[in-house]
């Protein structure tokens, strides 16, 4: 099956295949922080961010929500349906951590009275700034879209809070992309990975995501590998499967 690279990002490449509509994303060893200021890059970082992601997307899937996913076509591969993006990241928030304990002036780690969502205009350039409904419309994004971002957002918190919190696992806050298909619908995209959450182990606190590749903690390799291994091995209340 021929390929052909659409688009290299910071940590996949995306390509087309002989099939109409249908992408590969090979998720690539690199890591970037800070807006591309810093970068590194540790063997089994694709690996282990495809494999979760698939593992994530299954799962919602299940649970009926909308994905682009259709397979993982090897360790590093997942294949999904084309979609066309939306120029907005979805922040959802259950505890204050990195930006918004600086926005807020709280401690890292206060949980929040509920779940804070934040929307970022996609744009390398600007740096992904926040934007509200106001500024989106001003760039082409429809308060319908939005509105349908921070359902999609709250959907699938509803439904990762709890399957990680079985797995010994705080979900701190995470960050998902949305894209249209050919028939209209919106749906979930890109990836669920320890690059795009922050993980907290429940009893030692202990990050287990990419903030200790932000913060040089060191053992980013085995936080990756560990959060892997909860997601796809470990069954209800810590037992192993
Ligand atoms: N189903 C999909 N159809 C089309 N594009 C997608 C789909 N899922 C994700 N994408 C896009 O593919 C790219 C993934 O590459 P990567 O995550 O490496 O990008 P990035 O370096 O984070 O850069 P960007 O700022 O564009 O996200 C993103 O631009 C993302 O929006
Ligand atoms: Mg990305």
Redesign the pocket.
């Known amino acids: 099956m021929s390929e052909r690279l659409l688009?290299e990002?910071?940590?996949?490449r995306?390509f087309a295949t002989d099939e109409e509509g249908v992408?590969l994303?090979r998720y690539?060893d690199d890591a970037?922080a800070f807006n591309a200021q810093k970068r590194g890059s540790w063997v089994g970082k694709g690996r282990t961010n495809a494999t979760m992601s698939a593992a994530l997307f299954k799962f919602l899937e299940s649970r009926g929500v909308a994905t682009?996913f259709i397979e993982q076509v090897d360790d590093e591969t997942i294949k999904?349906?084309?979609?066309q993006?939306l120029p907005v990241e979805v922040i959802v928030r259950n505890v204050a951590a990195g930006s918004l304990a600086k926005r807020l002036g709280y401690e890292e780690g206060t949980p929040l009275k509920s779940t804070i969502i934040e929307l970022c205009y996609?744009s390398?350039e600007l740096g992904?700034p926040m934007f509200n409904w106001y500024h989106f419309r001003e760039v082409g994004v429809a308060d319908e879209e939005l509105k349908r971002c921070e359902e999609i957002g709250l959907g699938v918190n509803e439904l990762l809070y709890p399957f990680f919190d079985e797995k010994g696992v705080l979900l701190v806050d995470f960050k998902i992309?949305v894209?249209r298909d050919e028939g209209g619908e919106l749906m979930l995209?890109?990836?669920i990975s320890p690059d795009t959450c922050r993980f907290w182990d429940k009893e030692s606190g202990e990050k287990l995501d990419k903030d200790r590749f932000r913060q040089d903690m060191g053992g980013v390799e085995q936080a990756y590998e560990e959060m892997l291994r909860r997601v796809t091995h470990m069954g209800p209340m810590g037992t192993m499967e």
């Open positions: 688009y990002g910071k940590a996949k995306i992408l994303h690539k970037t682009h999904t349906k084309k979609l993006m996609k390398d992904d992309e894209g995209a890109d990836e």
